[in-house]
Nanobody, 121 residues
Framework: QVQLVESGGGLVQPGGSLRLSCVAS????????MGWYRQAPGKQRELVAG???????NYAGSVKGRFTISRDNAKNTVVLQMNSLQPEDTAVYFC???????????????WGQGTQVTVAS
């Protein structure tokens, strides 16, 4: 059984910063890519940032230069540092991990339950 637990969401004023963390726990053999997605009301879930096990990153154009994703492979943790937040960043943010539970199992995607980020004055 695998769990992804996010933390760090909340309410922040425009221009402010938040740091989201996600820890994967349970039956984990190896983790490939990890990432953060978000879903605003009435919109589809979208990729915000992703990072491979080797540290290669990719970002949505709307957050490039403002958000930074990082991970600690030893702790099965992925972090999203969000700076210069704007009202359009308001959404539920979901952690995602592509992992396998044993040496013989296939990789599959797991999701956290989400954490609310609200940017408003």
């Amino acid at each position: 059984q695998v769990q992804l637990v996010e933390s760090g969401g909340g309410l922040v004023q425009p221009g402010g910063s938040l740091r989201l963390s996600c820890v994967a726990s349970g039956s984990i053999f190896s983790i490939n890519a990890m990432g953060w997605y978000r879903q605003a009301p009435g919109k589809q879930r979208e990729l915000v940032a992703g990072i491979t096990s080797g540290g290669n990153t990719n970002y949505a154009g709307s957050v490039k230069g403002r958000f930074t994703i990082s991970r600690d492979n030893a702790k099965n943790t992925v972090v999203l540092q969000m700076n210069s937040l704007q009202p359009e960043d308001t959404a539920v943010y979901f952690c995602n991990a592509d992992l396998r539970s044993s040496a013989i199992s296939s990789y599959r995607k797991y999701w956290g339950q989400g954490t609310q980020v609200t940017v408003a004055s």
